[in-house]
């Protein structure tokens, strides 16, 4: 069993949970099981079947009863143990303390990796954009790297939330359930957000979102005026359709002059993409694109409370919100957006907090007498 899943040549998700009862009796699940490739310190590769993904579990065991019904046999002494397949040697683990640690090509640093990948849940939590503790359960097995947490959540209070998610509940907070295609990009649906109260460093005030139907994904833009929607669609078309291979079919959105203007219909012919409006003042007809700017909007809030960061960089907020979106589970698809869109899992081994102090490289040949790394007080966001 191990918890690093980079070690899996192949692995098949369990349907369910296996409870594994480990040595201190603490009861813990193996969610998918698969074969591991090992290369030992001497060259030689060694494939493992069978081998239980345990996101719980610290760093990597290997069942002795196990490798005895493969007819392995395992020879014990003070300061080694030699598993022997017939004749040959096939592999040797040096004794640490009372267990026997199987030297690998690239161990240590796994199992540094383990270790110091726990951190509080406050700290995962504001990573991924302030989501609740069972969204993080299902997210374990959903995309690689993902932090692993060193407590349990259940008496702790985010300050952020509190301020980010308090709001009037003026209508349902049930999200859209039915997906309405067949397919990526089948069905766009698109809504713009503002204006702002407050501008960006760059004299934005408005954002527009287009989410994918089939998988939920959400695109957003930046604008100074609502004028650019049109802009703004050509190149999020040239970008989906490049990377996924389909053509966008059909485009939702509300009546706003924005989407029915002149110009705009007459794109939307040219490329053969069918328009879909809904009724005037019946916003619950764009219900998806609706509920999803407010989804961003209430993380993005979160994000800039927690942190204590200026209204201004509120579109960073919402491009940070997309991009942790995209990459977490929902209640509509059993996959992320990401792997859904881009037939791979997410990584989020170097997921930073929204806001974290961010190090800038200065290059020796521009400055050759200033420290290597200067600190410009600047806040990252990733």
């Known amino acids: 069993m191990t918890s690093v899943r980079d070690k899996f040549v192949s692995m098949k998700e369990l349907k369910t949970p296996v409870r594994i009862t480990i040595a201190d009796g603490k009861k813990i699940d193996a969610v998918a099981i698969g074969t591991v490739g090992l290369k030992l310190m001497d060259g030689t590769s060694v494939t493992l079947s069978d081998v239980l993904y345990i996101p719980e579990v610290e760093g990597s065991l290997i069942s002795v009863a196990k490798l005895a019904e493969k007819d392995a046999v395992a020879q014990f002494s003070k300061n080694k143990c030699v598993f022997r397949y017939g ?65 349990e959540p259940s008496d702790h209070v985010c300050a952020g939330c509190c301020m980010g998610k308090m709001r009037e509940d003026n209508f349902s907070r049930s999200p859209e359930k039915t997906v309405k295609s067949a397919g990526v990009l089948d069905l766009i649906h698109s809504d713009v957000m503002g204006p702002m109260q407050t501008k960006t460093p760059g004299g934005c005030m408005y954002a527009v979102t287009f989410i994918d139907d089939f998988s939920r994904h959400v695109t957003v833009y930046f604008m100074k005026k609502k004028a650019e929607v049109l802009e703004k669609f050509k190149k999020f078309k040239a970008d989906m359709e490049n990377a996924t291979g389909r053509n966008i079919k059909r485009l939702r959105s509300d009546n706003g002059g924005e989407y029915t203007g002149r110009l705009f219909k007459e794109y939307l012919s040219k490329q053969g993409i069918r328009r879909e409006k809904t009724v005037p003042y019946t916003p619950q007809q764009n219900g998806l694109a609706e509920r999803m700017n407010r989804s961003l909007v209430e993380m993005a809030r979160c994000m800039l409370y927690h942190e204590g960061i200026d209204k201004k960089w509120w579109a960073e907020a919402v491009n940070t919100s997309a991009w942790i979106i995209n990459r977490i589970p929902n209640t509509v698809t059993v996959k ?47």
């Open 336 to 382: 992320t957006p990401y792997e859904i869109v881009y037939q791979k899992k997410p990584q989020l081994k170097n997921l930073k907090v929204f806001g974290a102090l961010g190090y800038g490289h200065i290059p020796w040949h521009t400055c050759k007498f200033a420290a290597p790394v200067d600190s410009w007080a600047s806040r990252a966001w990733t």
């Open 87 to 151: 004749d040959a040697t096939v592999m040797e683990a040096e004794r640490c303390g009372n267990v026997y640690k199987l030297k690998t090509v690239g161990d240590e640093v796994c199992h540094a990796a383990t270790t110091s990948r726990k951190e509080p849940w406050a700290v995962v939590h504001a990573r991924l954009g302030h989501i609740p503790y069972k969204r993080y359960e299902q997210l374990l097995t959903m995309a690689d790297g993902v932090p692993r947490i060193a407590d």
